[in-house]
Each structure stands twice: as C-alpha cells, then as structure tokens.
C-alpha cells in the first residue's frame, strides 16, 4: 500500500513536535510550581546527565540583563558557564544563552559584585571537595549580556568561600566566609574577618584590612545601600544557622564599627536577600545543617536606615523551600535555580514576584 508523502511529511512534523516538547519539559526541570505571586520564567538550562539544575552560581545584572556564573550542577559538579539572559519590557525572562567566554576556572561560592559596568568575581570553591582560591577575576559586562575577556586581578588575602561581598561608592566590602587559614586545600574555618578594596576599570585594587565582624560565619548576606552595610544571620563556627543581624558603616576608610540589630525571625543561613532602596526581602534559606539539611521557604521583609533593620514582617512564601540567588530590576526580584530538598538536591527553576507583592 502506498502511503503520500503528505501523510509521511505529517508524521514526521508530528515527531519532531513531540520530541521539542519532550526536550522542553526536560529543560523546564522539576521546579516548584508558579503561584499567584510568583511567576514563571525560561528554566536555567546547565544539564549533567540530562538533568537540569543549578546552585551556587553567582547571578549579577544591570536594567535589562542578568549574568550567571559558575555553580555546582544536578551532578555535583563545579561549572565554568556563563549564561546571559534578557528581561522583557514585561518583566519576564524567555530564555537563557551560553556566553562564548567561560569564566577562568571552574567555581562556586565566590561572591561577585556590579560596578562601574565591571562584573569583579572573589574566591570560591573550584572542585567538589570545597577547597578555595583567593583568585580575583574581573570582565566588562557588554550590551545584551555579553561578558568580555576575564583578567585576573588582586587576588583575596585569603582562600575563601562562602563570603558576602557588596559594592558601595566603587569600593568592594567582604565579610565573613569559611577561610582556608593554612593555604589553599587546607581545612576552612568560618571566619570574622573583613576587607575591603576599590574597584575600577582596571581591576580591584589593595585589599586592606577592616573591622572584623563580631561573630565568626559563613554564608551570611550581606547588603549595602545608603553607605550602610546589612548581614544577616549565617552559619555560625559549629555549623548551626543562626539569626543575628548587625549593620555598620561604609567609607573609604573602611567598614565602621558594627552594632546588633533587629534578628532575622528564623536562624537561617545562605537567604537570598537584596535591597533596591530601603526596603530589604529575604527568601529561603537553610534552616538546619547535616544530611540532608532543612530548608525554608519563608519571605521576608524589613525597612533599614542609618538606625538598623526594623521589625520583620512575613511575606507570601516562595513556592518551595530552598537556599536560592535572587537579583532586583525594574520593581522585580528573581530567583535562579537553589538547594532544595528534592531528589537532586537542586533545581533550574526561575521565578519572579513584584517587590509590591511581598511587602504589600
């Protein structure tokens, strides 16, 4: 029997369709779903073994364009990718594409800043042992997302992870971190110190030595606006998360001298926090340690001021529990991918809620 051409065309566009939705899927990954506040955005799309995830990466952006770099992948693996991914007049993002430039190395748990059009990337983890570097890399971030070449630059005084660095006046502020006291692929020990250095086109300058934080952590956020900077909470030095907060000057001088104020609701470690202006949210976070280590998906909001952090106030939940990278534009925040609870113990999901929705 004789079957038409058109009959077998069809067939085959039938295949193909079914084959790109399969291909879809697998790339949407097994994220949470979307709520009524938090929506859906294109899935971060790093694979291992056809799974789709990431965590640990480090996502900095400008108006229209997020950049992310590195992480550990559904595989446990240490990435050198950088994908660039456009935000829509929307709001939304529909897609992600793999810079031609990898970052030097493999790395996650390095902390990296925005300033001046440079994206300045510190320390890190480069294998699946979690040994650190001190190298310091930095690259012009370009129209579209692009990333130009890397240089090396001042590398840290220390091998590190797992630091909070923020940007404030061309100058970068570190605190904190698991350090590698005895050199590199040494033991790390949660630490106090502080440092900071200024930043320009030329790369990162001296790192010199400010006032220690009062308490010896590692993944802590920290934020900076207004010439203050916020940390919260993080894992203290026998592993337990903790909720302290302390917040402290920022000049050319220095980081001032740090005073408590008002705790995080939950002891919590690795919470994505930003502050676009006076009002801080904080998603996620880790909640207890071990294996596997408890999660939260709690929100929540605060004002700061030259006095501190205010009182806390809880918002619409993140749709799973999770320790996740968030970033701020145009009245957004979105998050990429995270540790999670889930069989992979990560996800590649994107999500996006308005800042309005979360504080009310």
């Given at each position: 029997?004789?079957i038409?051409?058109l009959?077998?065309?069809?067939v085959?566009?039938?295949?193909i369709?079914?084959?790109?939705?399969?291909?879809?899927?697998?790339?949407?990954?097994?994220?949470?779903?979307?709520t009524?506040?938090?929506?859906?955005?294109?899935?971060?799309?790093?694979?291992?073994?056809?799974?789709?995830?990431?965590?640990?990466?480090?996502?900095?952006?400008?108006?229209?364009?997020?950049?992310?770099?590195?992480?550990?992948?559904?595989?446990?693996?240490?990435?050198?990718?950088?994908?660039?991914?456009?935000?829509?007049?929307?709001?939304?993002?529909t897609?992600?594409?793999?810079?031609?430039?990898?970052?030097?190395?493999?790395?996650?748990?390095?902390?990296?800043?925005?300033s001046?059009?440079?994206?300045?990337?510190?320390?890190?983890?480069?294998?699946?042992?979690?040994?650190?570097?001190?190298?310091?890399?930095?690259?012009?971030?370009?129209?579209?997302?692009?990333?130009?070449?890397?240089?090396?630059?001042?590398?840290?005084?220390?091998?590190?992870?797992?630091?909070?660095?923020?940007?404030?006046?061309?100058?970068?502020?570190?605190?904190?971190?698991?350090?590698?006291?005895d050199?590199?692929?040494?033991?790390?020990?949660?630490?106090?110190?502080?440092?900071?250095?200024p930043?320009?086109?030329?790369?990162?300058?001296?790192?010199?030595?400010?006032t220690?934080?009062?308490?010896?952590?590692?993944l802590?956020?920290?934020?900076?606006?207004?010439?203050?900077i916020?940390?919260?909470?993080?894992?203290?030095?026998?592993?337990?998360?903790?909720?302290?907060?302390?917040?402290?000057?920022?000049?050319a001088?220095?980081?001032?001298a740090?005073?408590?104020?008002?705790?995080?609701p939950?002891?919590?470690?690795?919470?994505?926090?930003?502050?676009?202006?006076?009002?801080?949210?904080?998603?996620?976070?880790?909640?207890?340690?071990?294996?596997?280590?408890?999660?939260?998906?709690?929100?929540?909001?605060?004002?700061?001021?030259?006095?501190?952090?205010?009182?806390?106030?809880?918002?619409?939940?993140?749709?799973?529990?999770?320790?996740?990278?968030?970033?701020?534009?145009?009245?957004?925040?979105?998050?990429?991918g995270g540790?999670?609870?889930?069989?992979?113990?990560?996800?590649?999901?994107?999500?996006?809620?308005?800042?309005?929705?979360?504080?009310?």
């Amino acid at each position: 029997m004789k079957i038409s051409r058109l009959v077998i065309f069809a067939v085959v566009i039938v295949v193909i369709i079914i084959v790109a939705l399969i291909a879809f899927t697998a790339l949407q990954g097994s994220g949470p779903p979307c709520t009524s506040t938090w929506n859906c955005a294109a899935g971060y799309p790093i694979q291992a073994s056809g799974n789709v995830a990431i965590a640990g990466q480090q996502c900095v952006n400008n108006s229209t364009e997020v950049v992310c770099i590195g992480g550990i992948d559904a595989n446990g693996g240490t990435r050198d990718e950088i994908y660039a991914a456009e935000i829509s007049a929307s709001g939304n993002i529909t897609g992600w594409t793999l810079d031609s430039v990898h970052y030097p190395q493999y790395i996650n748990g390095q902390s990296c800043v925005l300033s001046g059009g440079y994206i300045y990337c510190v320390g890190g983890s480069y294998d699946t042992n979690g040994d650190d570097i001190n190298s310091s890399y930095y690259a012009p971030l370009g129209t579209e997302g692009a990333v130009g070449g890397w240089s090396s630059t001042t590398g840290f005084p220390i091998a590190a992870d797992s630091q909070s660095c923020v940007v404030s006046s061309s100058y970068i502020y570190c605190v904190g971190g698991n350090n590698e006291t005895d050199g590199q692929a040494a033991d790390s020990v949660p630490s106090s110190s502080s440092w900071f250095a200024p930043l320009s086109g030329s790369g990162i300058g001296t790192w010199v030595k400010t006032t220690p934080h009062p308490t010896n952590f590692f993944l802590p956020t920290c934020v900076a606006a207004g010439g203050y900077i916020y940390c919260i909470a993080g894992f203290d030095e026998n592993g337990n998360s903790v909720g302290a907060t302390f917040y402290a000057t920022l000049s050319a001088s220095g980081i001032g001298a740090w005073t408590s104020s008002t705790a995080y609701p939950l002891p919590a470690s690795g919470i994505a926090c930003v502050l676009p202006s006076t009002t801080i949210y904080c998603i996620g976070g880790v909640t207890a340690g071990g294996s596997p280590p408890t999660f939260t998906s709690a929100v929540y909001t605060a004002q700061v001021s030259p006095g501190g952090i205010s009182s806390w106030k809880s918002g619409p939940d993140y749709p799973n529990s999770l320790s996740t990278d968030c970033f701020v534009s145009s009245g957004n925040v979105y998050c990429v991918g995270g540790f999670d609870g889930s069989s992979l113990q990560e996800n590649n999901a994107v999500k996006y809620a308005a800042l309005t929705s979360l504080s009310g």
